[in-house]
């Protein structure tokens, strides 16, 4: 497994599918498109679950403020661009999501991890946003973030 991002280390570079807001049903991204400003992806296990849409639903009713903030702000989770775009409708969100249903994003981000529930281990992603300054470098990282936390924490580091 790779070593654990941190902050200040350069952003890993990216190609995925983003489904909503300006991407419509589905365009690839790159982390290069987005040099220059700063970019939040937030990864969280999957659509249309009680945590993770309590945290998409908190940060909807603060969009306005998010966007003034001029950062590039992205849901990230392994469900597919039918899903996303499900979710996205249902709770009427007004940011993009990526897809990854290969992996690759939340691999490479270190956010795929063994979880226990219920005495059950699996793999699933940790809930954990990365905040990537305009120069590519991670500015922030909140790690297993508590769904009704996150906005505050994302509100204040793009003060």
Known sequence: ???LLQVGDAAPDFVAVAVGGDYGEGTEVRLSQFAGRRLVLYF?????????TT???ALRDSWTDLADSG???FG????????????????DLPFPLLSDPDHRLVETFGVWVEKVREGKTSMGTERT?????????????FR??????HLSLLQAALR
């Open 71 to 73: 950062a590039a702000i």
């Open 129 to 141: 946003t990365f905040i990537i300054d305009s120069s590519g470098r991670i500015e922030a990282i």
């Open 1 to 3: 497994m790779n070593t």
């Open 144 to 149: 297993q973030v508590a769904p009704t936390e």
């Open 76 to 91: 990230v989770s392994v469900d597919g661009a039918a899903s996303h775009q499900s979710f996205i409708a249902k709770f």
């Open 55 to 57: 945290q998409a639903c």
């Open 44 to 52: 969280y296990p999957k659509d249309d679950t009680p945590g993770c």
